[in-house]
């Protein structure tokens, strides 16, 4: 696994109520959520770069408020009709 540094100031763990790991851990779920908002990555494979079940990242869109379903307007609309 390769590791990815990032600099952020000391006070970003404080703002966050977080420690470093804690921290760590939650911006990469919402760098996944997002990805997966855009439609760039699947629920399995954020669920395999988060390291947890498919179910936990489910449950990660909920708590972030995004639709687990991955449909374009039209494909919607075309479901409703």
């Known amino acids: 696994m390769t590791q990815l ?3 952020v100031p000391e006070t970003t763990f404080a703002i966050f109520k977080q420690t470093p790991s804690e921290f760590g851990r939650s911006m990469k779920m ?3 959520v997002k990805w997966y908002e855009d439609g760039k990555i699947s629920q399995s494979k954020a669920a395999e770069i988060a390291g947890i079940s498919r179910h936990e ?3 990660s869109l ?3 408020k995004i639709s687990p ?3 374009t307007s039209e ?3 075309n ?3």
Request: hydrophobic share 50%; aromatic share 14%.
């Open 5 to 7: 540094i990032i600099e």
């Open 30 to 32: 919402a760098a996944l």
């Open 79 to 81: 479901e409703a009709g």
């Open 62 to 64: 909920y708590e972030h």
């Open 57 to 59: 990242f489910l449950e």
């Open 75 to 77: 494909e919607l609309i």
């Open 69 to 71: 379903y991955q449909l």
